[in-house]
């Protein structure tokens, strides 16, 4: 798809920035068009742009690199449990797709604020041998090009520290400015439980304050339900919670696709485990294709489920899906093999 040669040469051309908290600038913002290879954009830049905050956006260093192509540090947060490598295919895909959504701002055809709703994905593991998780801060890189007039795909590549490509993944968007999201999805505001902002003068007690630094993305979905039936397993999540949403269209808590498809994957590698009667097994994701249909909005509550449709060898193919009642909220095709 295209040359990991950029990741190799990456630390060098790379300056540390310290991490900020965003608040809204009353400064204009830079175009972020035509910026000069190795400009490092800041959070107080992208977070109005792409909608997305902390902590649901984790990158590190974000820097441009060319005309739609940004590169940057990418923290592994969650433990890949059965999945055997340094970094879980579901969290590999929430920090990509938000890379590539930095990406597209720089060559949207209007700037300002956008949303960047992923709306399907195709994905290739390219290590064959198991790896423990990583404890080093990956490299990401991402080309995006605008495919329509508000569809945008990316390109992306992650790499373990010492630049070996690890994972490939193509991801599609639909493009949305904050006026068309809000037309669409205003019947979904939650004012009053968005996440308050840290500077808002409300006194709260030491466990309010903790509570408000909890990362939700550090830790697996809190599954319930667990329901077997042969070849197929599903399991329940819900009500959804705005703070299982926190940084993700804030005034919209919408859980992430890269959130849900992470409760597809750990029903599919449940299941695997159940099946094959060896709950300590391990295995690395083959390849991988996701479909998001519609949103799962705080508030409701969601079933995942799996079935494996064929094995072969050590190779076990799972079709997955996410709903809420009758209507499917994403689809993910995915071949897991089977390591010990």
């Known amino acids: 798809m ?6 190799a040469a990456a630390p060098s051309m790379i300056a540390s920035v310290p991490g900020a908290s965003w608040t809204q600038s009353q400064e204009p913002l830079r175009a972020l068009s035509d910026l000069a290879p190795h400009t490092v954009l800041s959070a107080q830049e992208l977070y109005p742009r792409i909608c997305v905050r902390d902590p649901y956006f984790a990158l590190k260093d974000v820097t441009v690199m060319g005309q739609g192509e940004v590169v940057a540090r990418i923290p592994v947060q969650q433990d890949p449990d059965a999945e055997a490598g340094p970094i879980s295919i579901a969290e590999s895909g929430r920090h990509l797709a ?46 995006a090009e605008f495919t329509g007039k508000r569809t945008a795909t990316a390109r992306t590549l992650l790499s373990l520290e010492d630049g070996t490509p690890v994972f490939r993944l193509e991801v599609d968007y639909n493009v949305l400015s904050a006026a068309a999201f809000t037309r669409l999805f205003g019947e979904a505001r939650m004012d ?38 042969g070849e197929s397993l599903n399991a329940t999540l819900g009500p959804v919670t705005p703070d299982m949403c ?31 009667g060896a709950p300590w097994a391990r295995c690395l994701a083959k390849d991988v294709r996701l479909s998001a249909d519609s949103l799962a909005f705080a508030g409701q509550t969601v079933t995942f489920g799996a079935h494996r449709r064929e094995v072969n060898g050590a190779d076990h193919t799972f079709t997955c899906q996410a709903s809420v009642g009758e209507r499917v909220v994403a689809s993910l095709d995915v071949t897991f093999t089977r390591v010990d």
């Not at 940084?247 to 299941?271: E, K, N, Q, W, Y």
Request: net charge positive; hydrophobic share 40%; glycine share 6%.
């Open 2 to 7: 295209f040359d990991s040669a950029p990741l």
């Open 192 to 229: 009053m439980r968005r996440e308050p902002r840290r500077d808002d003068g409300i006194q709260r007690t030491p466990e309010e304050w903790a509570k408000l630094r909890q990362n939700p993305y550090s830790k697996p979905l809190a599954l319930r339900d667990w329901r077997p039936d």
């Open 98 to 143: 938000i890379l590539g959504s930095c990406a597209s701002a720089l060559v949207t055809p209007k700037d300002g604020q956008h949303f960047y709703l992923a709306c399907g994905a195709r994905g290739q593991w390219l290590s064959k041998q198991p790896m423990a998780r990583s404890t080093e801060l990956m490299w990401g890189l991402a080309q």
């Open 246 to 276: 926190k940084g993700h269209f804030a005034l919209h808590p919408v859980m992430p696709v890269a959130i849900v498809a992470s409760g597809m994957t750990r029903v599919a590698t449940t299941l695997l485990r159940r099946l094959e």
